[in-house]
């Protein structure tokens, strides 16, 4: 009887989410490159302006890193037409919210209007592309604003560092090497002329995707985007070259040391393919299985059962170019972190030579089927999805199709990229250690 109860409410979940989460929109190019992406919804009178821009800390010079993440806050400095100290006074007093966000592969922005305040979010995404003002005084302020951002973040706060040093051991050609708030020392050593040579490289229309979502009209949205956007000159195109890395083939060992924490850490790191391909897919479900929740097979064993650890994880961490999986451990009393490995790799071993549990697979799907329910259940998260999917993946309607590539996946295949990828050769085994003050 649970049995048939566990099937129909599968049968009822997927049902909903194939019948009830496609999302509509609409996508065209302007003469001067932009692409842009529209998607109506009537159903509340809140909008979201959006411009995603294809350049992230992958993107800089070695000895300029930081660049991209500086100048997410600097294009917050103002405008020819938006006073210093004025973007978010002007975006609040009108009922709105706004933020931005950086990764290694790209740049984000966005506001959350009224509907009526429409053309208010377009203009100021339309001012920050074709009239920032770029000069010493804002170069200077958001200098301190991202040190101290470095203070409160990384410097400051425990376990900030692991992924900074799983990277670094993991890539040695590709710039995912690095950090995305990058070296302050850098920052400091950049002139004015190559913060402006930046901006002229990369904030060009040819180079975003604008996505406005939520209560529209289209052909309206339409005209008040070729007037705001449509004058805009199309910068030169950009080359970008992939660097390949090295296959790893032979095991990789390390340590790393914080001041900030007093219980260390293990982490085993595998460098694994782009976040565009069905392995990284893969990896996701296989990251779940093994942690995701109380329930998972990582926290029962080494939490619950044999109290060897405070916290176990497994984490897939894809991006355009390459992914890093990792899992980690934080020992309790008097554990050792090569007992910790060996446990993880018993259940890593187990993926790699049975299949899961058919109940185990089913619970999968259910949760990926939730995760793809919620991550478009707000406008907000649509225009997310919408920019995220068009410019890291190139595929704008993967926001409907992406659940049905985990739908296909079959338990064989978790067995088999967890035999490919998930190997003590193919890893970096990273000890994440108290610092002595």
């Known amino acids: ?6 099937t129909f409410a599968s049968a ?26 529209l998607h109506q919804d009537n159903s509340a009178p809140v909008v979201t302006t959006a411009v995603m821009y294809h350049v992230g800390a992958k993107d800089e010079q070695p000895d300029r890193t930081g ?8 294009l917050f400095e103002g405008t020819q037409n938006i006073g210093k100290g004025e973007w978010f006074k002007l975006v609040s007093s009108n009922g709105g919210r706004n933020n931005a966000n950086t990764t290694d592969d790209r740049t984000y922005y966005y506001e959350i209007f009224p509907s009526n305040k429409l053309a208010l979010g377009l203009w100021m995404e339309s001012e920050r592309l074709l009239h920032p003002i770029i000069g010493q005084d804002g170069v200077d302020t958001q200098n301190e604003v991202v040190k101290e951002e470095k203070r409160l973040r990384v410097d400051n706060q425990p376990y900030s560092r692991f992924l900074e040093n799983v990277k670094k051991n993991i890539f040695k050609k590709h710039p995912y090497k690095g950090t995305t708030i990058g070296k302050m020392k850098h920052l400091d050593a950049a002139t004015l002329e190559e913060f402006l040579a930046f901006n002229k490289k990369f904030y060009v229309p040819n180079n975003a995707t604008l996505v406005v979502a939520g209560d529209i009209s289209l052909e309206t949205t339409k005209k008040m985007i070729q007037d705001y956007f449509g004058p805009i000159p199309r910068g030169a195109a950009i080359e970008r070259t992939v660097e390949q890395e090295d296959p790893i083939t032979a095991p990789i060992s390390a340590k ?3 001041p900030n924490i007093q219980i260390p850490a293990i982490i085993t790191a595998y460098r694994t393919p782009s976040m565009k391909t069905r392995d990284s897919r893969v990896l996701d479900m296989v990251s779940s299985y093994l942690s995701s929740g109380r329930s998972s097979i990582l926290y029962k064993k080494l939490v619950d059962t044999k109290k060897m650890t405070l916290q176990v994880g497994a984490i897939n961490l894809s991006q355009e170019d390459y992914g890093t999986y990792i899992v980690y451990g934080l020992p309790q009393g ?3 972190l090569s007992d910790i490995v060996k446990e993880i790799d018993e259940e890593i071993v187990k993926i790699q030579t049975d ?26 998260g649509i225009a997310n999805s919408l920019a995220r999917y068009n410019v890291l993946f190139g595929d704008t309607n993967l926001i409907n199709t992406e659940i049905d590539i985990y739908r296909s996946i079959t338990r064989e ?10 190997n003590p050769n ?9 610092e002595k003050k």
């Open 1 to 6: 009887m649970k049995k048939s109860i566990f």
């Open 413 to 422: 295949e978790i067995r088999e990229v967890a035999k490919k990828y998930l």
């Open 256 to 258: 790393a040391y914080d």
């Open 67 to 74: 660049m991209a993440h500086f100048f997410e806050h600097l």
């Open 334 to 336: 008097e554990t050792k």
């Open 12 to 37: 009822v979940l997927v049902a909903f989410s194939m019948n009830a989460q496609k999302v509509e929109f609409e996508e065209y190019d302007l003469d001067n490159g932009m692409h842009v992406i």
């Open 355 to 380: 299949l899961i549990s058919e109940k185990a697979y089913q619970k999968l799907q259910n949760k990926f089927e939730n995760n793809f329910v919620n991550s478009n259940a707000s406008v907000e």
């Open 426 to 434: 193919q890893r970096l085994t990273l000890e994440y250690l108290p």
